[in-house]
T-cell receptor, first 114, second 113 residues
């Protein structure tokens, strides 16, 4: 595919369970971002990967959140022991470089924690 | 810390009107400013990217301007159509080591027939 893809598109889970969200960026894009968008809220930055550099994790809200990017391509965002306040749309974006480049967003994963 | 504000928060207009959406930012040391569109339940779609050295960008009925010194950008939509109904967000990448874009809260636009 030509765009950023995310899976699953929707996820319903019970409080306390772990979830994994996947992002496939556009091929060749070195920068990858995860954001969270809660109902009626703006985009909240979570984590940023750039090439082989150490990720910028400054936006992760707690130690229950983690992410990795394997082989500079696919990224997985993991939320452990989910809480109801984790319910949101999780968006992934990629760009060819770190700056001066358009960000391309995936369709998002809608997470509902019951 | 960069802050991005979008005014108005919501806008409802009849079809055919020319519109101006505003975005302001507090730190003028930016790499670029990007305008996005978000349809309900969807991800963001990039509309226009303005580099810090540029004054404006155009795509079809859309024109975005950038006045870096005053910390402002406007998105002009000509001859609005119902299909333009969406939320429009602007985002800036600030220089100084972090490549993390700062997003505004968006302007929710409804164009009614």
């Amino acid at each position: 595919g030509a765009g950023v893809s995310q899976s699953p598109s929707n996820k319903v889970t019970e409080k306390g369970k772990d979830v994994e969200l996947r992002c496939d960026p556009i091929s060749g894009h070195t920068a990858l971002y995860w954001y969270r968008q809660s109902l009626g809220q703006g985009l909240e930055f979570l984590i940023y990967f750039q090439g082989n550099s150490a990720p910028d994790k400054s936006g992760l809200p707690s130690d229950r959140f983690s992410a990795e990017r394997t082989g500079g391509s696919v990224s997985t965002l993991t939320i452990q022991r989910t809480q109801q306040e984790d319910s949101a749309v999780y968006l992934c974006a990629s760009s060819f470089g770190a700056t001066q480049e358009t960000q391309y967003f995936g369709p998002g994963t809608r997470l509902l924690v019951l | 810390k960069q802050e991005v504000t979008q005014i108005p928060a919501a806008l409802s207009v009849p079809e055919g009107e020319n519109l101006v959406l505003n975005c302001s930012f507090t730190d003028s040391a930016i790499y670029n400013l990007q305008w996005f569109r978000q349809d309900p339940g969807k991800g963001l779609t990039s509309l226009l990217l303005i580099q810090s050295s540029q004054r404006e960008q155009t795509s079809g009925r859309l024109n975005a301007s950038l006045d870096k010194s005053s910390g402002r950008s406007t998105l002009y939509i000509a001859a609005s159509q119902p299909g333009d109904s969406a939320t429009y967000l602007c985002a800036v990448q600030t220089t100084g080591g972090s490549y993390i874009p700062t997003f505004g809260r968006g302007t929710s636009l409804i164009v009614h027939p």
